[in-house]
């Protein structure tokens, strides 16, 4: 869909927290996709470990959103955990999401990213100040949104200024081929 909207390259910005310099840089999307397992988001999966066997599927955007105004990490992660284990038992026995040992919460993790490597895209980046290497995460549906709200702002003032130059009207001005907005606003100037 990004790629369809705004094209193949994305440019984004970071600050180094080494030096505190912003850097740009460019991405390609074909460079960001990960091969990844055929599964759906409605598939269950199963993982054994240390005793316990697990009934889970894979996070979507519901349980990310379900998650939303929950400021401590653990408690979100909790939260999280409930929403993706659809059974859990211990011997054989029920138990809670929460008697899940942290063992067998980390091979849950592992198991998810395995599953799904599109989940958490980390980009490395590198300052050209002090040669800091870090990871960003990378949340292409953060970045979309951001980028959606930008050419917004950018059509509404098109459309400012064509109105107010030529007096027309904002369905006129949408009617208007690109290529045509464009030449007329640069007849008017900046």
Not at 18 to 24: K, V
Not at 64 to 81: F, N, W
Not at 135 to 163: C, P, T, Y
């Amino acid at each position: 869909l990004r790629e369809r909207l705004f094209g193949a390259k994305l440019v984004n910005n970071a600050v180094c927290p080494q030096c505190e310099e912003r850097i740009e840089w460019e991405q390609n999307i074909a460079d960001l996709v990960v091969g990844s397992a055929d599964v759906s988001a409605t598939d269950r999966f199963s993982l054994q470990q240390d005793g316990y066997r697990l009934c889970f599927r894979l996070p979507n955007s519901k349980d990310m959103a379900g998650l939303e105004g929950l400021s401590e990490i653990e408690r979100a992660q909790k939260q999280l955990l409930k929403r993706l284990i659809v059974s859990a038992e211990y011997a054989g026995r029920a138990c809670e999401p929460e008697q899940i040992p942290e063992s067998v919460v980390r091979a849950l993790n592992e198991r998810i990213e395995a599953l799904d490597p599109q989940a958490e895209i980390r980009i490395q980046l590198t300052c050209p100040e002090c040669s800091n290497r870090w990871d960003v995460f990378f949340d292409i549906a953060g970045f979309l949104w951001a980028e959606v709200n930008e050419w917004a702002e950018r059509m509404l003032q098109s459309i400012h200024k064509l109105a107010w130059a030529y007096g027309w009207s904002e369905r006129d001005i949408l009617n208007l081929s690109p290529v045509r907005r464009q030449l007329y606003l640069g007849m008017i100037g900046p």
